[in-house]
């Protein structure tokens, strides 16, 4: 029995010890997303009138990787070289905090963490093991490290003010890249309301509601249930609207999207969706959300990944981007591109290509730079908490 015993002690600790001493094992390297798109296509030739654009996509996942988002990579899609030599100027950084294992379907249980075993794999702070909230604050620590190792290329945007200066001072090709923190779903605030706070001083300024699953906040647009906003759900949303962190739908279900513009005048967005009239799938906004969101002065990002656009080219992110031109207009569609998760139909160096489609689809110059960029600066000019705000 002792020697039970003292095995029961000592297996664990040497394992400890064995993985103490091993390197990450840089997990991006076996799930490699550029793998599927054809960099044959690529170009950097962008439509003459349209080279001074800034660019702005709202949702990449670089932060989830074991490597600075500052130093060039040939991983993934996006790092700052990557995304500056294509006149990204604006970039929102997700972090992702919990993914279940069935990422796909329709109806999806809340079972599995994947999250967890790229942090155990990648060695991520041992705090991050157990605790959604740690996830949440070693990503933003990542971005913060990564811009302050960037001689100013890098910006994280704190406040309407920091966003205006910094598209002052872009420059094609040069940058800076600005950059802005938000979460994917709100399991970082480990459903204690309270905790916003905590999430928003440390940077992030945008939450999403849910995720792959139905939570005690809200129902997922791909949950068992998708029901609207719980009590808690929309407690939530008071603490976010009163500190000033924006409201991000992707994921929602549609009745919590209705819950919440039902509790606020604020503008939300999207930050990476598809539209269910060109990809019926439950994850995608029906027609009459996206009428409700456009009402509002919010943005419809679309993504670039098959779940989005149930498709692998160009031309089927430029159907959903027409789809909503047609049906609201283009002030309020733009792009949630996805870097770095999945396979997508199109890397950051075909955004001229996409830009390009656009304008062959009968699409104003006016308009492509609605959708390439200026549709999500103006709504984060809009709704970024402003300099002198206090969080109360
Ligand atoms: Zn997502």
């Given at each position: 029995m002792?020697?039970?015993?003292?095995?029961?002690?000592?297996?664990?600790?040497?394992?400890?010890?064995?993985?103490?001493?091993?390197?990450?094992?840089?997990?991006?390297?076996?799930?490699?997303?550029?793998?599927?798109?054809?960099?044959?296509?690529?170009?950097?030739?962008?439509?003459?009138?349209?080279?001074?654009?800034?660019?702005?996509?709202?949702?990449?996942?670089?932060?989830?990787?074991?490597?600075?988002?500052?130093?060039?990579?040939?991983?993934?899609?996006a790092d700052l070289?990557?995304?500056?030599?294509?006149?990204?100027?604006?970039?929102?950084?997700?972090?992702?905090?919990?993914?279940?294992?069935?990422?796909?379907?329709?109806?999806?249980?809340?079972?599995?963490?994947?999250i967890r075993a790229v942090a155990l794999l990648d060695k991520w702070p041992y705090q991050t093991l157990g605790s959604?909230?740690?996830?949440?604050?070693?990503?933003?620590?990542?971005?913060?490290?990564?811009?302050?190792?960037?001689?100013?290329?890098?910006?994280?945007l704190l406040s309407k003010e920091d966003l205006a200066t910094g598209m002052q001072n872009w420059q094609v090709k040069e940058g800076p890249l600005l950059s802005i923190l938000g979460m994917e779903g709100a399991h970082a605030t480990e459903f204690n309301v309270e905790n916003v706070e905590a999430l928003f001083d440390a940077g992030f300024r945008s939450m999403g509601l849910a995720h792959y699953s139905d939570t005690e906040f809200a129902g997922s647009s791909s949950g068992i249930e998708k029901h609207g906003l719980t009590n808690k759900g929309k407690a939530l949303i008071k603490k976010m609207t009163a500190i000033g962190m924006i409201v991000d739908v992707a994921h929602l279900s549609n009745q919590g999207i209705e819950d919440v513009l039902d509790m606020t005048e604020k503008p939300v967005y999207s930050s990476h969706t598809g539209v269910y009239a060109t990809c019926s799938k439950a994850r995608n906004l029906p027609d009459s959300m996206i009428k409700k969101i456009a009402q509002r002065e919010g943005v419809i990002g679309i993504g670039f990944f098959e779940g989005a656009i149930c498709g692998n080219a160009l031309e089927d992110i430029v159907r959903a981007i027409k789809h909503v031109r047609d049906l609201v207009g283009s002030e309020y569609v733009g792009l949630g591109s996805g870097w770095d998760v999945a396979s997508l139909a199109i890397t950051p160096t075909e955004l001229p290509d996409l830009a390009q489609a656009l304008l062959d689809q009968g699409f104003s110059e006016k308009e492509v730079r609605d959708v390439m960029g200026r549709n999500i600066t103006r709504f984060f000019l809009e709704n970024l908490p402003s300099k002198e705000y206090k969080s109360i």
């Open positions: 002792k020697k039970i015993m003292l095995a029961l002690i000592a297996i664990p600790i040497f394992l400890g010890a064995m993985y103490s001493f091993l390197p990450p094992i840089n997990v991006e390297k076996f799930v490699d997303p550029t793998a599927a798109t054809d960099d044959s296509a690529n170009t950097i030739a962008a439509p003459y009138s349209l080279r001074d654009l800034l660019v702005a996509d709202m949702h990449a996942d670089t932060l989830l990787w074991n490597r600075s988002i500052a130093e060039p990579s040939e991983l993934g899609h070289h990557r995304l500056v030599d294509v006149n990204v100027g604006l970039q929102v950084f997700m972090s992702v905090v919990e993914a279940p294992n069935d990422v796909d379907s329709d109806s999806i249980k809340q079972e599995g963490d994947q959604y909230k740690q996830r949440a604050l070693y990503h933003a620590s990542k971005l913060f490290k990564a811009a302050e190792s960037s001689n100013g290329k890098l910006r994280v």
